[in-house]
């Protein structure tokens, strides 16, 4: 089982997960982050570091948000790790609670 990162983060981008990963399984897109699951390890230390609870358990990822699990690993194959934390985007708390994001999602 891998974690998966959610529509919630598009736009939103905290950083936070990407400080306690031990194994930086997390790749930055222009407006959106994805874990890795061939890196991850499943420790769980990200999922309570994101402000936005925009991480799940691949197991436990909501049925409406199933097609991000397919999603993370199609991206992670193209896109950079993070290993550093950066600022969230100045609009971030904007976007937090917006549904329907994923024609926002840049490549």
Request: proline content about 8%; hydrophobic content about 40%; glycine content about 2%.
């Amino acid at each position: 089982m891998t974690y998966v990162v959610t529509e919630a983060c598009i736009k939103c981008k905290h950083t936070d997960c990407v400080d306690v990963c031990p194994v930086d399984a997390f790749r930055e897109g222009p407006n959106f982050l994805v874990i890795d699951p061939q890196e991850c390890i499943d420790c769980t230390l990200c999922v309570a570091e994101c402000p936005v609870d925009a991480i799940y358990a691949e197991d436990d990822v909501p049925t409406d948000q199933r097609h991000f699990i397919a999603l993370n690993e199609e991206l992670a194959k193209v896109w950079i790790p993070i290993v550093e934390v950066k600022p969230a985007p100045p609009d971030a708390g904007v976007w937090a609670k917006v549904k329907d994001k994923l024609g926002l999602l840049e490549r």
